[in-house]
């Protein structure tokens, strides 16, 4: 572990290792996070997410899982990225529609039962937690965090929590109403982003981990081209097919 643990010596944080638990992703294998607090400016933030780490709530944390390594960081270089052609029809045919909107992180019920319905029509054994433990897990942040919330004829479709660094986004979570799939909510919410983060003068967009033999998260490689973090070399790659 202690390879995809080390950090720069002025990015150095205490990882306490979290009690294993069964993994959400992959059947037969236990979770094991490294926990670590610390409060980074913009450009430190960056550095944090190259490395692989991500956060929740005022938390950042590694995987940590003894004898595997399937969940890979992954992020777009958004100066290369080419939007696939489903993704450009997906993008004329819906971006008229939608009003999208950055706010602060702040409570608002109808975010919280977006997020509730989300979380239920992703997995059957999900149990999505209350107003307080979404409010710690998204909003109460160490970093520059945004809600990016999308509507359609006002109504409410898509919500993105992101983190800003100086030269990267971070898509923390993205949930999305299950009665307007076909719009494709989350797809529009990614290109959307992409969009803006080059637009704002940033280099990468960071999908989180990538994980290839798991449905839920092996959608992240429809965004070309990504690159894939090394854990081994700590190098970042071009993945396959990208």
């Not at 290109?191 to 983060?197: I, V």
Request: aromatic residues 12%; contains cysteine; proline residues 7%.
């Amino acid at each position: 572990m202690e390879d995809r643990l080390a950090l720069p010596e002025n990015l150095w944080f205490e990882l306490e290792p979290a009690s294993p638990q069964e993994c959400p992703y992959l059947p037969n294998r236990e979770i094991q996070l490294g926990l670590g607090l610390m409060l980074p400016d913009a450009p430190h933030f960056d550095r944090l997410l190259a490395r692989g780490c991500r956060r929740l709530g005022q938390i950042f944390y590694l995987p940590a899982c003894a004898g595997c390594r399937e969940c890979l960081p992954i992020r777009v270089p958004l100066a290369t990225f080419a939007p696939s052609r489903s993704q450009r029809r997906l993008w004329r045919r819906v971006a008229d529609r939608f009003e999208v909107r950055l706010l602060p992180p702040t409570f608002e019920e109808a975010h919280f039962q977006l997020y509730h319905r989300h979380s239920l029509h992703v997995s059957d054994d999900n149990t999505p937690g209350g107003p307080e433990s979404y409010v710690r897990a998204f909003l109460l942040s160490t970093v520059e965090t945004r809600l990016v919330e999308y509507r359609v004829d006002e109504q409410l479709v898509a919500l993105s929590i992101i983190d800003e660094g100086e030269k990267a986004i971070s898509s923390v979570y993205t949930c999305w109403d299950p009665d307007q799939a076909h719009l494709s909510p989350g797809t529009f919410s990614a290109l959307w982003e992409m969009r803006w983060a080059r637009d704002a003068g940033k280099e990468h967009y960071y999908l989180g981990y990538y994980i290839a033999e798991c449905s839920r998260m092996n959608y992240k490689n429809r965004f070309r081209p990504y690159e894939l973090l090394d854990w081994s070399r700590g190098e970042w790659g071009v993945g396959d097919g990208a």
